[in-house]
Every structure is written in C-alpha cells, then in structure tokens.
C-alpha cells in the first residue's frame, strides 16, 4: 500500500519568505512522487515530478523539491515567496502499474503582503 | 494546448435524481479518473480506466458508477444523488507509465455538485 502524508493543512507565510510544504510517503516499491497545485476554482496542475532521476527536482514558479529516502520524504520549498503562490499544494505518489495516484490532505498556503 | 473538459462547472440536483458527469480529453489519453475532492480529506479516487469499455474501483466506489464507451471520454453517474455526494468532482488522465511517460495527471477544471 501507499500513501501520503502533508504535515500542516494550512500554512501562513510573509511575503519574501522561505516556503516550505511538508511531505512524507510510504510505499514498499520506489514510488514516483509529485506536488500539483490548485488555485481557487480550479482543477490541479502539476508543479515538479521526481521519477527517481535527481534528487532534487525543480518546478515551475521558482519551486523545487528534494527527495530523501531515508527520511520517507519529498518538502516543496521556494526561496522567497510571491503574493501569486497562494493556493493549495497535494503531494502525490504512484507507484506504477495503473497509475493509481494516491493524494495527500492538501496544505492551504497564505502569502501575508 | 492539452485539455481535459468537463462538461459542467456547477450543478444542483435534488436528492434521488440521476446524475451525469461527463469528462472529455483530447491527448489519446489511455488512462481516466474519476476523484472527488472534499476539504480536509484531499482528492479521493472513485473510479478510473485504463482503456474503452474498462473500469477499476478506487477507494470510494459506493454510489457510482462510470462509463468509457470511446476512449476520449469518461462519465461519471449518481444513479440516485444523496446530500452526502455534494462535492467537487475532478476528472484527470494520464498516459500509461513509460520511458517517456512518468504518471504526470491532466486534470480538468472539475465539477461542483451541490444536493439539496
């Protein structure tokens, strides 16, 4: 079995700040991970993927993420945060076959001005 | 540009009537899914299929049902819609894991169903 868990559902931070999304996984094959965002009435959009290439992945927007299988995990951070990055994040893990995608709770991210 | 449609961004149906949900892609997509997204929950699987005339249980299955009858478009059905399947209802595909493939989900704009 798989699944994700996103530390934190909501999480506030200034604008120019350091962003960081919280991921930890579990799956008993090498997963492919991923983080999608979703902005207010939309559907999801896939921000960086890892498919067990580099360990650190880079996404649109200035976002990237690292990869760590010794602590289970896959963090989304961004250096210095815009007023554009509110939304919500997922993290996401497969692990072939199917494809069947198993998605974490969500973590709402607030950019204060 | 890709795109997956769903056929229609908001919907409000009194409770026992029938549902359609409709999901259109245009990428030759092997691979369709049916999520349902609550707060606090994240995207929950309900149903998906990995070609025409095919169909897998996901994790919620309990009160639908789908249909793939080309391999462009998957629907979603309420046979008899309750006030508990009030959600947003995202439709995503995919194509099959590959050496060019890696999993990445097209998603739709998704479909907010109110029951009353």
């Known amino acids: 079995a798989q699944s994700v868990t996103q530390l934190g559902s909501h999480v506030s931070v200034s604008e120019g700040a350091l962003v960081l999304l919280r991921c930890n996984y579990s799956?008993?094959?090498?997963?492919?991970l991923f983080w999608y965002v979703q902005y207010p009435n939309q559907g999801l959009q896939l921000l960086l993927k890892?498919?067990?290439?580099?360990?650190l992945v880079k996404g649109i927007n200035g976002f990237e993420a690292e990869f760590k299988k010794s602590e289970t995990s896959f963090h989304l951070t961004k250096p210095s945060a815009h007023m554009s990055d509110a939304a919500e994040y997922f993290c996401a893990v497969t692990r072939g076959g199917y494809q069947k995608v198993t998605f974490g709770t969500g973590t709402k991210l607030q950019v204060i001005p | 540009d890709v795109k997956v449609t769903q056929s229609s961004r908001y919907l409000v149906k009194r409770t026992g009537e029938k549902v359609f949900l409709e999901c259109v892609q245009d990428?030759?997509?092997?691979?369709m899914f049916w999520y349902r997204q609550d707060p606090g929950l994240g995207l929950r699987l309900i149903y998906f299929s990995y070609d025409v005339k095919m169909k897998e249980k996901g994790d919620i299955p309990e009160g639908y049902s789908v249909s793939r009858e080309k391999k462009e478009r998957f629907s979603l059905i309420l046979e008899s819609a309750s006030t508990n399947q009030t959600s947003m209802y995202l439709c995503?595909?995919?194509?099959?894991?590959?050496?060019?493939?890696?999993?990445?989900?097209?998603f739709g704009e998704g479909s907010r169903l109110t029951v009353l």
């Open positions: 799956s008993s094959v090498p997963p492919y």
């Open positions: 890892y498919t067990s290439a580099a360990t």
């Open positions: 990428m030759d997509h092997e691979n």
């Open positions: 995503a595909s995919s194509s099959p894991l590959g050496t060019e493939n890696t999993g990445e989900l097209f």
